[in-house]
């Protein structure tokens, strides 16, 4: 009588520990979910243009980016930057270089790729109101491609597809011809494969715990 009376309470607490286990688990799990998440819908975002940009070859366009919510931006750095661009081996510098860099109330002239040399330009009087979009003078066709826009205080970037096409009047030069791109733009997917990452051993390590006492 006594075993038995001992067995029903072991299989009572280790029930009731399976309950607890679980339930702190999915408590911890969301915490930590409102906390990711709650933290990056409350700070302001940087906002890029979600339709892929038209330049025209041998024109100017402007790539639209900006910070929402309004926020005064001319105390922080803003980059601009191209990630499908691979370094340049003959240039040591080119993991550094940008397509424009705005850092300590100044424009980074000698931070730029030199393709880009006096060719890119923010638009000073906006930044106070958060826009931060970047105008590229006599567009070539190497300027295809993904432009990233990021405020690094923020911790929020956007990313911005620009196509070229040739200019629209008799005897314009011919369409520029690309090759297929062979490099991808991993940086785009790293933060959310890691985030991923992260969910997934968390879930494994409390099937292992929750398996192990339960059964």
């Known amino acids: 009588m006594p075993l038995s009376f001992y ?42 243009s979600l339709h892929p940009i038209v330049a025209v070859l041998g ?6 980016c900006h910070v929402e919510p309004q926020l005064d931006v ?7 930057w191209r990630a499908d661009v691979p370094p340049d081996p003959s240039d040591t510098q080119s993991d550094y270089r940008y397509v424009h860099r705005y850092h300590d109330k100044h424009h980074e002239e000698d931070m730029k790729k030199p393709a880009y040399a006096g060719r890119t330009e923010l638009f000073t009087d906006g930044l106070k109101h958060g826009n931060i979009s970047l105008k590229i003078s006599n567009v ?22 620009v196509t070229v096409a040739p200019p ?3 005897g314009s030069p011919p369409q520029c011809s690309w090759r297929k791109d062979v490099i991808k733009d991993a940086v785009k997917y790293k933060e959310r494969f890691f985030f991923y990452l992260f969910i997934f051993f968390y879930f494994l390590i409390f099937i292992r715990f929750f398996v192990f006492i339960c059964f």
């Open 7 to 48: 067995s029903v309470f072991v299989w009572i607490f280790l029930e009731y520990s399976c309950l607890a286990l679980l339930f702190h688990s999915g408590l911890s799990l969301y915490s930590f979910l409102s906390i990711v998440f709650g933290t990056a819908k409350d700070r302001p975002q940087v906002i890029g």
């Open 59 to 64: 024109g100017d366009v402007i790539l639209p």
């Open 74 to 80: 001319e105390e922080l750095t803003v980059e601009w």
């Open 140 to 161: 070539m066709c190497f300027d295809k491609g993904s432009y990233r826009c990021q405020i690094p205080q923020l911790g929020s970037s956007s990313i911005i597809e």
């Open 168 to 170: 629209k009047r008799i």
